[in-house]
C-alpha cells in the first residue's frame, strides 16, 4: 500500500465519519460548522481525483459562501429552533427510506457500472483547440455548454431577488444591515484594511488565469464577493442600498454583456453563443470579466441578506 | 542518497507535524476557549511554517519558494486575527 494511497482511504474515511456526524451533531450552528470542515476535506478529495476546478469552486462555493450564507441562516432560525418538535414518526420514517433508496440507487450504480462509460470528454479534449482556451473546463463552460453558464447567473439573480423579497414593505430600497454583526471592531478593521489588496489581486489573477489554467469567473467572483463582505463587516465600506442603481448596473452587467456576445453570433458566427471564428478566446475572457464582477457582486449581496434598515443619505 | 537539504527537509517537516499533532491534542484536551486558542495558533504559526521552511529546498524555483511563505505568511495573518476575534467574542 502505497502513501498516496493509504491517504486517499483515509480522505474517505474521514468524508463519511463528518458526513455523519454532521447528521447526529445537536443544534443547526453546529451542524453548519460541520458542513463548512466536510465542503474542505471534499476540496481536498476533488484535488486528488485531479479536479482543481472543482475543488477550487467547492472550496469557494461549497463551503465558503453557502457555509455563510448557512451559518446566517441557523443564527436566523436560533429563536424557532428551541420550540420546534421532531416531526412525527412516520414522517421521520418515509424520510429515512426515501434517503435510503436513494443511497442504494447510488450504490447500485457504483457497484454495477456500465461496460463503456458514457463520456463526452474526447470530444471536448479534441474539439477544444478550436477555442484557443486551454482548460477544458473553460470550454465545456463557455463554448460547449455556453448556455448552460449562461441560465446558471439568471438563476443566481433570481435567488437575490428572493432574499431581497424578504425584506418587508417599508424597507424596500434599504440596506442590508451587516455592519451591524459586530460593533467596531479594530483588529476586523486591520484585518478588512490588510487582506483585501492581496485578495483582489488573487481573484483578477483566478479569473484571468481561467482560459488556460484551473480557476475562472465564478472562484475569483467568490473571492472578490468576500473581500466585499469583509470590508462591509468590518464598517470599513458601507454596504449599498439594494435601490442603487449603480449597483443593480453591476449586478446584471455580467450576464446582460455575456447575453449580447451570444446574440451577436447570430449575425458573425454560426448562431446563438457561437464565437467567430478565431475571437473566441478574448470573448469568453471579456465574458468571464464582467462575469466575475457580477457574480461578486451578486454572491456579496445574497451573503449580506435582506434589507434591514432604510438607507440615510 | 540524502544530501543536506534532505535532512533539513525530513528534519523540519517532522518538527512541523510534531506541532499540529501537539496543537490537535492540546485542541481536545484544554479545558477552555482561550487555551484552546493558545494551542491552535502553535498549528499555524510554527507547525506551518516549519512545514514551509522544510519545503523550500524542494520548491520549483525562486517564484514556487515565494509561493509557499506567502501561504504561510496568509495563514499567519488570518490566524492571528481569528484567534483575537474569537477570543474577543468570549469575553
Redesign the interface.
Known amino acids: 500500500m502505497t502513501i498516496p494511497f493509504a491517504f486517499d482511504i483515509g480522505t474517505a474515511m474521514l468524508l463519511i465519519a463528518v458526513g455523519g456526524w454532521m447528521m447526529v451533531a445537536q443544534g443547526t450552528m453546529v451542524a453548519v460548522i460541520i458542513f463548512v470542515v466536510y465542503g474542505l476535506l471534499m476540496a481536498i478529495a476533488w484535488v486528488r481525483l485531479s479536479a482543481v476546478d472543482v475543488a477550487l469552486t467547492e472550496a469557494a462555493i461549497g463551503s465558503g459562501i453557502t457555509g455563510m450564507l448557512l451559518l446566517s441562516a441557523a443564527a436566523r432560525l436560533r429563536q424557532t429552533e428551541v420550540t420546534s418538535t421532531l416531526p412525527s414518526f412516520p414522517i421521520r420514517l418515509l424520510s429515512g427510506v426515501l434517503c435510503a433508496a436513494i443511497t442504494s440507487g447510488l450504490a447500485v450504480v457504483v457497484l454495477l457500472p456500465a461496460d463503456v462509460a458514457p463520456t463526452l470528454a474526447p470530444m471536448a479534449m479534441a474539439n477544444l483547440p478550436e477555442t484557443g482556451l486551454g482548460n477544458p473546463v473553460a470550454g465545456v463552460l463557455f463554448a460547449f455548454r455556453a448556455l448552460d453558464t449562461l441560465l446558471e447567473k439568471v438563476v443566481l439573480l433570481l435567488a437575490l431577488l428572493g432574499v431581497w423579497s424578504l425584506a418587508p414593505d417599508r424597507l424596500w430600497g434599504g440596506v442590508p444591515a451587516l455592519d451591524s454583526y459586530a460593533p467596531p471592531n479594530d483588529i476586523l478593521v486591520f484585518f478588512a484594511q490588510v487582506l483585501p489588496p492581496f485578495g483582489i489581486v488573487f481573484a483578477i489573477y483566478m479569473t484571468w488565469t481561467g482560459a488556460s489554467n484551473p480557476g475562472g469567473a465564478f472562484q475569483g467572483g467568490t473571492v472578490l464577493a468576500v473581500m466585499w463582505l469583509l470590508v462591509m463587516m468590518a464598517g470599513v465600506v458601507r454596504a449599498p442600498p439594494i435601490s442603487c442603481l449603480r449597483l443593480r448596473w453591476l449586478l446584471v452587467a455580467g450576464p446582460v454583456l455575456f447575453l449580447m456576445v451570444g446574440l451577436a453570433g447570430f449575425a458573425l458566427a454560426a448562431g446563438f453563443l457561437a464565437y467567430p471564428a478565431g475571437y473566441a478566446k478574448p470573448l469568453i475572457v471579456v465574458v468571464e470579466i464582467g462575469l466575475a464582477l457580477s457574480i461578486g457582486a451578486t454572491l456579496g449581496l445574497l451573503a449580506a441578506g435582506p434589507p434591514e434598515r432604510n438607507h440615510q443619505p | 542518497m540524502i544530501t543536506i537539504l534532505d535532512t533539513l527537509t525530513i528534519l523540519a517537516v517532522s518538527a512541523g507535524t510534531l506541532f499540529f499533532i501537539a496543537g490537535t491534542v492540546g485542541l481536545l484536551r484544554f479545558p477552555d476557549v482561550l487555551t484552546r486558542l493558545h494551542a491552535l495558533t502553535k498549528v499555524d504559526n510554527l507547525g506551518l511554517g516549519l512545514v514551509v521552511l522544510g519545503l523550500l529546498p524542494h520548491a520549483s524555483g525562486l517564484l514556487g519558494a515565494l509561493k509557499l511563505v506567502s501561504v504561510w505568511l ?1 495563514a499567519l ?2 490566524g492571528a ?1 481569528v484567534t ?2 474569537i477570543a ?1 467574542a468570549i469575553r
Open positions: 496568509l495573518i488570518s486575527i483575537q476575534l474577543r
